[in-house]
């Protein structure tokens, strides 16, 4: 296996970060600046990265799993339901990011990457079975603004940020949070996630989780179980320990919704992804993305110096 990393891309995450950051007019009067600004991205990542594959991964509709698990998770922003994939019928989505993303999806499939789709399940899950278990002994770049794929790093794998821009690596979270990326999903589950509805304990946020334990903060894979046996024991010290035990429920609950290693995919879609991913050939189709950026009224992208940049992919053919 090549020492070269795989680029694993969330890429609804991606596209949402570069819809607002790169206005773009097309030719036809409405905006383009998320397709465009996500290939130029995509272009920069592959000059920095340099990565011998690239695998993008879409969500369909968030995890069905998890909203089981808990009625209110995202409740306020239930994702994108892409259920045909590759074609002109994106529901749940305004009228114009809707065509951005099909005009994306199509124009990818002229590029030399590995498209990945699994309904009713999120960009983490999919991007953490990738990381997990396809590519679990390879050399990884994940790229995503998600803290959640934190708990994903290791000494093969690092983040690029696209809200910060620049990389992260187990060793950045750990000085920023004092806790081990293999311990954040642990973490996340005291603090909750405001963001995606999922409440967590009364006081604690990551600066206090670290203080009161600081075992998250080692080389020790610390359990939910610990979490409750070293609050039992340190209960008449800190109200923290009190209230930890006493939603012991909710704590066990949202590690279940927060922890990412990929057994959220069902196994239809994980032996759909393993089969794309196994018959998958790189290719460029130089006019096949022409064609496609005409149709959209795109004329000022430069082609040449966008397939340039793919050169680094391992078995890639021109055509």
């Known amino acids: 296996m090549s020492e070269r990393p795989v680029l694993l891309i969330d890429s609804l995450n991606a596209f949402c970060r570069t819809y607002a950051a790169f206005p773009t007019m097309s030719a036809h009067g409405y905006q383009m600046g998320g397709t465009i600004g996500y290939l130029k991205t995509l272009k920069r990542l592959m000059y920095e990265v340099m990565p011998s594959a690239i695998y993008i991964a879409w969500e369909g509709g968030g995890s069905a799993r998890r909203r089981k698990l ?18 002109d019928d994106i529901p749940d989505s305004d009228e114009n990011k809707q065509h951005q993303i099909v005009a994306l999806l199509n124009m990818l499939k ?10 009713d399940c999120e960009g983490d899950d999919l991007v953490a079975y990738l990381s997990c278990n396809t590519f679990k002994d390879a050399n990884k770049v994940i790229v995503s603004s998600d803290k959640d794929l934190y708990q994903l790093l290791d000494e093969r794998t690092k983040q690029y940020s696209l809200h910060r821009k620049t990389f992260v690596t187990s060793q950045t979270v750990l000085d920023e949070y004092r806790i081990a990326s293999h311990n954040f999903a642990v973490a996340k589950a005291l ?29 020790e894979t610390i ?16 109200m923290i320990f009190k209230r930890v035990l006493e939603n012991e429920d909710a704590v066990k609950r949202n590690w279940k919704l927060v922890f990412l290693n990929g057994n959220m995919l069902p196994a239809s879609q994980k032996s759909r992804i393993d089969n794309t991913i196994s018959t998958f050939k790189p290719k460029a189709n130089k006019i096949g993305l022409m064609k496609q950026l005409m149709k959209e009224g795109i004329s000022d992208f430069n082609i040449e110096e966008f397939f340039f940049a793919f050169n680094c992919v391992d078995g890639l053919n021109y055509h």
């Open 70 to 87: 808990f009625s209110e998770y995202k409740l306020n922003r239930r994702a994108q339901k892409l259920n045909r994939f590759y074609e």
């Open 110 to 119: 002229n590029v030399p990457v590995c498209q990945l789709y699994a309904a």
């Open 223 to 238: 359990l939910i179980q610990d979490i409750f046996d070293y609050s039992h024991a340190h209960m008449s010290e800190s």
């Open 191 to 219: 603090c909750g996630d405001r963001g995606d509805n999922v409440p967590g304990i009364k006081g604690l946020g990551f600066k206090r989780v670290a203080k009161h334990f600081p075992q998250l903060g080692t080389e």
